[in-house]
C-alpha cells in the first residue's frame, strides 16, 4: 500500500504559477504509476496527468497540455506538478493518485490510492 499526502495549493492570480507536491509512503514508490486530477465544485473529477514509472513517459489532458509539467524525484518519493500560465478554469481541488500497473490508467476509477487533496484557486 502507498499513502499519499498533496501540498502547495493556494492563491494564485491568472498567469502565474504553483507547485503541487505529492509525498509518498511505502519502499516501492519507483513501482507506482502517479496520476493528478483535479476536481472543480459542481464537476466530476478529471484527469490532469500521469507519469509512466518507465522511460519517463508523460501523460497530459489536452486543458493543461504545454502549461502543466508533472515529474517524480523516486529517491524523495515525490511526485510533483508544476502549473504555468494558470487560468481560473484550473481552479479545482488537486488530488494525486497511485497505482502499481504496467500500464498508464487515465480514469479516477482505475487507481485505488489517493491523496487528500489540495485546493487550487485562481482568481481573474
Known amino acids: 500500500q502507498v499513502q499519499l499526502v498533496e501540498s502547495g495549493g493556494g492563491l494564485v492570480q491568472a498567469g502565474g504559477s504553483l507547485r503541487l507536491s505529492c509525498a509518498a509512503s511505502?519502499?516501492?514508490?519507483?513501482?507506482?504509476?502517479l496520476g493528478w486530477f483535479r476536481q472543480a465544485p459542481g464537476k466530476e473529477r478529471e484527469f490532469v496527468a500521469a507519469d509512466s514509472r518507465l522511460g519517463g513517459t508523460t501523460y497530459y489532458a489536452d486543458s493543461v497540455k504545454g502549461r502543466f509539467t508533472i515529474s517524480r524525484d523516486n529517491a524523495r518519493n515525490t511526485v510533483y506538478l508544476q502549473m504555468n500560465s494558470l487560468k481560473p478554469e484550473d481552479t479545482a481541488v488537486y488530488y494525486c493518485?497511485?497505482?502499481?500497473?504496467?500500464?498508464?490508467?487515465?480514469?479516477?476509477?482505475?487507481?485505488?490510492?489517493w491523496g487528500q487533496g489540495t485546493q487550487v484557486t485562481v482568481s481573474s
Open positions: 493518485a497511485a497505482r502499481l500497473t504496467d500500464w498508464v490508467p487515465t480514469k479516477d476509477y482505475e487507481y485505488p490510492y
Open positions: 511505502g519502499r516501492t514508490f519507483s513501482s507506482y504509476i
